[in-house]
């Protein structure tokens, strides 16, 4: 099979468009500036053929490849997001092509305090010869998840215009506000009508991702006592002080992002905000099982009643929001789902490897959802940072294996 790959050009295109999203919003999109892309896209995939591309109120975008093959095939799903993260400016994106790499490290033009060290990247060592793309210092670049969009349209562009490749349905969803973790808050299953998905989001080349993290979120409300700091000896009893004090006691050399790897959760503090009489301190949780998740949860507590302890006139809430959980738990009742994207890789001329995120995707989400759905590679390197990267070769592969994924389904079909 000879794909004339548009991949490139596409992702190029894409990561143009400023699709940052918002935390700090509570509109659905979280920035207007995200449906920018969306309108693009449907523009694109209207013009391949799919005619009931649309974007709707929400920012979200759907589309049908029609099936055309007589066997009775599941519908299946690809899914990647528009937005990027807010943790690195997305806005005025100058990608660069660096042909043909050739090893050792990448100082990127528009500052060159910004390096790509082979030494932060040992994956670089695999890409010798291929080109890879980044940005030019000032921003990220939005592989994450612009890969995963270029790979899904170009796979569609290929299947519309080669009728010969036989597959039954597919369903194209392109969502908001993943980075955020809101991508699947206002998919529309029933709308959808898929039977399985993959979200196109993954890192390193040949890998398929079938377990998250389990993820809770943690409000803590520290109430203290308020006076004049003139007349405060004996009587103040700061919650922004409280609140502190208990961040100062969670362990650093382990249960923290900064220690931790592979299975190992962690709990760690992502914002405190407030005054001396409340003080609102956020945390979030990770474990790829829900006993870890307690566990961890309950050491917090612990940690907090040992901390107020010494305030006695101050109080606490402790308020627990489920996040997403492990996505494994639904995927291992349908192997064939990930069985399938294992074929599909080998056949794109790649070895296949089952991991595990130490992170969610929109898949963790629709998994529970009633969709499940792993995530297969987009080749997308260091991402939320200005060191993101990603690879020409590495895209094209990624387009393989997702017309190899559509042909598999046909072909087990009956």
Known sequence: MKINYTVTERFLRYVKIDTQSDPNSSTCPSTEKQ??????????????????????????????????????????????????????SGKDVNPQVHKNYEGGNIVLPGDNTQVIKVSDHPSLLKQIGNDIITSDGTSLLGADNKAGIAEIMDAANYLMSHPEIKHGTIKILFTPDEEIGRGADKVNIQKLGADYAYTIDGEELGHIENETFSADGLTIKIHGVSTHPGFAKNKMESAIKIASEIVAALPKDKMSPESTEKMEGFVHPVNISGGIEETILQLIVRAFDEDGLIEQENFVRNLIDIVIKKYPNSSYDFIVKQ????????????????????????????????????????????????????????????????????????????????????????????
């Open 35 to 88: 449906k920018d892309l969306g309108h693009l896209l449907v523009k694109e995939l209207l013009e391949i053929g799919i005619s009931d591309a649309h974007l709707d109120e929400h920012g979200y975008i759907y589309a049908t490849i029609p099936g055309n093959s007589s066997k009775k095939i599941p519908v299946i799903c690809f899914c990647s997001h528009m937005d990027t993260s807010p943790d690195c």
């Open 323 to 414: 996040q997403y959980r492990n996505m494994k738990q639904v995927l291992d009742k349908t192997p064939e789902i990930v069985n399938n994207a294992l074929e599909a890789i080998q056949r794109a001329g790649v070895v296949p490897v089952l991991s595990s995120i130490r992170g969610g995707t929109d898949g963790s989400r629709l998994s529970y959802m009633g969709l499940p759905c792993p995530n297969i590679f987009a080749g997308e390197h260091a991402f939320h940072s200005k060191h993101e990267w990603v690879t020409v070769q590495d895209m094209q592969k990624a387009v393989l294996t997702i017309v190899n994924l559509c042909m598999i389904w046909e072909e087990k079909a009956y």
